[in-house]
């Protein structure tokens, strides 16, 4: 277990504060147009769906608005050049100047406000930093967060500033010593592990479609850190189909046994949920029972290794009705320690309107198809975990995880053949 007080003096802890939800609509202010694949409308109507369950009314849950983070907070991760091209992007594109910083691509068009829709999402993610380290919450979610993609000094990947990253950059400026990031999105969290690639005191730890057939192209086993950090960034490549049960036998062989080999202080996680077999983006085919049981596996870690600790981000996630709500009030509920089962409906009124609201917001019917009437997609999600040595070398997934074992386990005195 990491043993350090934390910055109010209070020792480590089991996380006994409520839950923190960041949010409030100026969040769904963050959105690259009508057409993009990434439309606020899945916020929206994830945290109505949250709402109409019950998750967020509980006594163990508390809602509350971010604020907007300043310059001088971005900058503990991108180049202050890049946030002011960021703040003057329109005037920038207008001269033909974006386009070095990612700004103006199709992934990454420049729009009014673009720095501050931007920073109120980094402001967000913070406050849910801020409120777990100092104590007051026991967990925090920030379900506008997880813009992993961004670069000290250019966007990527519809992500203009790297959220997360800064808000594990702030966590080591005031005083934790070990941060763990898990990413689970379909794509590689690139700007997270480039952020800390040299720092020892941050262990990334991304599972993901492999780069070999989706973007951004990296997350390969041997990107594993630089100098004193070699070993401190960990890559699962996962092959295209891989469903519920190859998934989360990669995710038993890996994520565990770094994290308590690892001890964080803090847990800081990314859930985008475009792994889903309904996304559109990407080619991996978990169902939403398979996302559930990542989240949980995630929050039962984190109270077994750091004290209850943890801050989850959302992601990506592009089947805005059909997927992105079902799949982040699951995450909602389990971090407000109110899971909900796979079984219940969906509320009625909830889907009824969900159709127009995709129309009103996109010009189009739902991406993903009709939303399914039960939290989850009625599926077994029985897999069998990684025993240490026991991998198949024909099987394209195990030969993943074996992979990323022999290049990382040896880097932290694990053997890769025993240990898990």
């Known amino acids: 277990m990491g043993g350090s007080s934390r910055p109010d003096g209070s020792a480590d802890g089991d996380g006994s504060g409520p839950t923190l939800v960041v949010w409030d609509s100026d969040l769904a202010a963050y959105g690259f147009g009508r057409t993009h694949p990434l439309n606020s409308v899945r916020l929206e109507l994830t945290m109505d769906l949250a709402a109409r369950t019950g998750v967020l009314a509980g ?42 910083f990612g700004l103006g691509t199709p992934d990454n068009p420049v729009f009014e406000s673009m720095h501050t829709a931007a920073a109120r999402i980094t402001g967000a993610t913070l406050a849910a930093a801020s409120g777990v380290w100092t104590g007051r919450h026991g967990h925090a979610v920030a379900p506008a967060g997880g813009l992993h993609h961004a670069m000290r000094v250019a966007a990527s990947g519809f992500c203009i500033y790297n959220d997360p990253a800064v808000a594990i950059a702030w966590l080591l400026h005031n005083g934790a010593a070990r941060v763990a990031y898990v990413d689970v999105d379909v794509h590689h969290g690139d700007g997270v592990q480039a952020a800390f690639y040299d720092d020892p005191r941050v262990l990334t730890i991304s599972l993901h479609q492999s780069g070999r057939t989706l973007f951004p192209g990296t997350g390969f086993p041997d990107e594993s850190g630089a100098g004193e950090a070699c070993g401190m960034s960990v890559n699962v490549a996962l092959p ?17 046994v770094l994290l308590r080999a690892f001890a964080p202080e803090i847990l800081v996680t990314q859930h985008g949920c475009d792994t889903h077999f309904l996304d559109p983006l990407g080619d991996l085919t978990l169902s939403v029972e398979g996302q559930r049981a990542s989240y949980q596996t995630l929050h039962d870690l984190a109270h077994e290794v750091c004290g ?27 971090a407000g320690h109110v899971p909900l089962d796979c079984s219940r409906p969906v509320p009625d009124d909830w889907r009824h309107t969900a159709d127009a609201r995709v129309r009103a917001a996109t010009g189009a019917a739902l991406t993903g198809g009709s939303v399914p009437e039960r939290f989850g997609d009625g599926v077994d999600i029985a897999f069998h975990p990684w025993d240490a040595g026991d991998g198949d070398p024909d099987d394209p997934l195990d030969r993943a995880v074996a992979a990323t074992r022999r290049e990382i386990l040896p880097l932290h005195g694990l053997d890769p053949l025993v240990d898990r």
Request: proline share 8%; hydrophobic share 50%; glycine share 12%.
């Open 308 to 334: 209850g600790r943890w801050v989850a981000c959302g992601g990506g996630g592009y089947a805005l009705a059909s997927v992105v709500p079902r799949a982040w009030t699951h995450l909602l509920a389990i």
């Open 59 to 100: 006594p163990n849950v508390a809602v509350q608005p971010g604020r907007l983070a300043t310059d001088e907070l971005i900058e503990l991760v991108h180049d202050p050049a890049y946030i002011q091209a960021v703040r003057r992007a329109p005037q920038y594109a207008a001269r033909g100047l974006a386009a070095m």
């Open 240 to 256: 295209p189909r891989t469903g519920d049960a190859g998934w989360l036998r990669a995710f038993s062989g890996v994520v565990p």
